[in-house]
């Protein structure tokens, strides 16, 4: 009952404020509201200058309702990229005669159903936006805690943005929030609920469904914690599974700041992305089992019983406030020195790329079959032309494609930060020729998969059964591809259903 009163409770306090908000803003060429159909790219001169990178002075003003562009093509298009990424699934899977289709084909199907849904359901929809409304106030009340503390550089309008005064406030705040909800019971009531649909629907077992599902909301290694008891006796399958939905959904704490990232300062973009970043990590779990029971399919016994290990993230709500501080600020200072080495590498390979095709003519090359849109030899030049035909595969518009594919490749190689960083630069220079890009690389992009996540899980995972250590090792290269795989599912399916 305690539990039942905090939700009612937390629903009570935000659901007036959150529904008396505007849903309008005014834009350069007119106003938009959440169901505005255009893309408004303003001049650049209503910019006041080169926007900065995380600005809210975006020039692309992307649509929360693009679906009127839905078609028979579209619909192919969708198809086909669905096709591939199970093939590519299906040419990895150590026992293709074990596959479970009917596992898979549902998965598949609660995917279009869930994005159908928060596109076309009133209900829906609403809910998801709800959601969304509470994130973006979120951000506002760490802007009140980041303002005492940085004063006026957080006025973004004369200082710009500042990464670490704008964004990384963000993720020790929602962490606190997160540990608070834990303590409460809140996410474990929400957790058992998805669990619960999971594991009738697609077949789980009850404790890879619980990871699944707290993936949604917790970081990759915080959710497995919920089931430490059953880790030592999980099977391939089971772990494998575990592993990708890590690998699949973004925690709570960075999606808030991806917010940020994409929405700038301008509320209707803010609400925009929370709802799709939302159905992102959401729509990323069924896709997880989906790869998962390609990859590993589960050829063994198992419990379908539900019961959550309980953690103690606190003695009282203080404690657990303190405790979820602390992990954000540790989370926050990671995120902080993770972006500076690899920013830095990047800078310091690409130097050198330009040097080899200063001395090998290259970048005259790179220039002339890019039409000027890459000006040398490059890490944006090279995973985006690679990746490219995989993205005109999934549906991405064939200007967008080499765009698109740089973006993917920077998420891999380095981790999806740099990538939403890249994707917020993109888009408030206003360089897609199809607005539909920008939220198939929101989708794309969601999920923790990157090398660098290999070595996170098998530390963290691995710290919880040391028995199952080496195949988590065995199985790192495999939970990459499957969420990445699980990410581009996504991305198919809401392209296909935007048109």
Request: hydrophobic residues 55%.
């Amino acid at each position: 009952m305690r539990n039942l009163f905090f939700i009612f409770l937390t629903f009570f306090l935000f659901s007036p404020a959150l529904m008396a908000e505007n849903d309008s803003v005014v834009v350069a060429g007119g106003t938009v509201t959440a169901d505005t159909t255009v893309v408004t790219t303003a001049p650049a001169g209503d910019s006041g200058g080169k926007p900065s990178l995380l600005s809210g002075g975006s020039r692309q003003v992307v649509s929360s309702d693009m679906g009127s562009g839905f078609s028979f093509t579209s619909l192919l298009r969708g198809l086909l990229g669905m096709v591939v990424l199970i093939l590519i699934s299906w040419l990895f899977s150590t026992d293709r005669r074990a596959i479970a289709w009917k596992v898979v084909f549902t998965g598949l199907f609660i995917q279009v159903l869930l994005a159908v849904s928060i596109l076309y359901v009133p209900v829906i929809r609403m809910a998801f936006e709800f959601t969304g409304k509470i994130f973006v106030k979120i951000l506002d009340f760490t802007g009140e805690g980041t303002f005492f503390l940085f004063g006026s550089l957080t006025d973004t309008d004369k200082f710009g943005t500042i990464f670490a005064i704008q964004i990384l406030p963000t993720i020790i705040f929602f962490s606190a929030l997160t540990s608070l909800l834990f303590y409460w019971g809140v996410i474990q009531i929400i957790v058992y609920g998805l669990a619960w649909v999971m594991t009738k629907a697609l077949r789980l077992s009850g404790a890879e469904s619980l990871s699944v599902a707290g993936n949604i909301f917790l970081g990759q290694t915080e959710s497995p914690l919920m089931i430490k008891e059953y880790i030592p006796f999980m099977n391939k399958s089971e772990i494998l599974l575990v592993m990708i939905g890590g690998m699949a959904t973004l925690a709570g704490g960075v999606l808030a700041a991806y917010i940020g990232f994409l929405g700038g300062s301008d509320p209707v973009q803010r609400l925009l992305f929370a709802k799709h970043l939302l159905a992102a990590s959401v729509m990323a779990a069924p896709g997880a089992v989906v790869v998962s029971k390609i990859l590993v399919p589960q050829t063994e016994e198992i419990s379908s019983n539900i019961k959550i290990t309980k953690e103690k993230v606190g003695n009282n709500v203080l404690d657990a406030i303190s405790n979820g501080t602390l992990q954000g600020l540790k989370l926050a200072a990671n995120v902080a020195a993770m972006l500076l080495v690899f920013l830095a590498f990047i800078a310091f390979i690409n130097y050198m790329l330009l040097k080899v095709g200063v001395w090998t003519n290259l970048n005259e090359v790179v220039d002339r079959i890019t039409a000027h849109r890459y000006h040398e030899l490059s890490l944006q030049f090279l995973p985006g032309y690679m990746m490219a035909p995989l993205m005109w595969l999934i549906g991405v518009a064939k200007e967008d494609i080499a765009l698109v594919g740089q973006l993917l490749g920077e998420k891999i190689i380095m981790t999806e930060f740099v990538g939403y960083i890249s994707l917020a630069k993109m888009k408030a220079d206003a360089v897609f020729q199809d607005p539909k890009s920008v939220i198939m690389a929101t989708y794309m992009l969601c999920g923790f998969a990157n090398f660098a996540s290999i070595g996170i899980q098998i530390g963290g995972i691995g710290s919880l059964a040391t028995n199952k250590r080496s195949l988590l090792a065995r199985y790192g290269m495999r939970a990459l591809l499957g969420g990445s795989v699980a990410s581009l599912l996504s991305a198919t399916i809401i392209g296909m259903i935007l048109g």
